[in-house]
Nanobody
Framework: VQLVESGGGLVQPGGSLRLSCAAS????????MNWYRQAPGKERELVAF????????KYTDSVKGRFTISRDNAKNTVYLQMTSLKPEDTAVYYC????????????????WGKGTLVTVSS
């Protein structure tokens, strides 16, 4: 199982970035996919998740209206479009999936990518 994030970088406040997470080693379309982030000195927090076929999404309050999660099951990829970025969005962003014992993932096991750093600064 591999989750590989990309798309992070340095951006000015008010700017935009699009993160991608390429998944392999399991049946991607079976699973809810999550984006987490961890800011310096803070705990990791759930930013957004998307249902297996993309029909349902949910966001933490601080990013509602600014971030959009989406997925392309044909490409085994989940995205996080981030707009109106703020300095407080600075964090390492991680892709995550929690296994349910089917389609290649162990029940209850969390799988993580290595993360991609987003820095929002002028």
């Amino acid at each position: 199982v591999q989750l590989v994030e990309s798309g992070g970088g340095l951006v000015q406040p008010g700017g935009s970035l699009r993160l991608s997470c390429a998944a392999s080693g399991f049946t991607f379309s079976t699973y809810v996919m999550n984006w987490y982030r961890q800011a310096p000195g803070k705990e990791r927090e759930l930013v957004a998740f998307i249902s297996s076929f993309g029909g349902s999404t949910k966001y933490t309050d601080s990013v509602k209206g600014r971030f959009t999660i989406s997925r392309d099951n044909a490409k085994n990829t989940v995205y996080l479009q981030m707009t109106s970025l703020k300095p407080e969005d600075t964090a390492v962003y991680y892709c995550n999936v929690r296994g349910k014992g089917v389609a290649g993932l162990r029940n209850g096991m969390d799988y993580w990518g290595k993360g991609t750093l987003v820095t929002v600064s002028s």
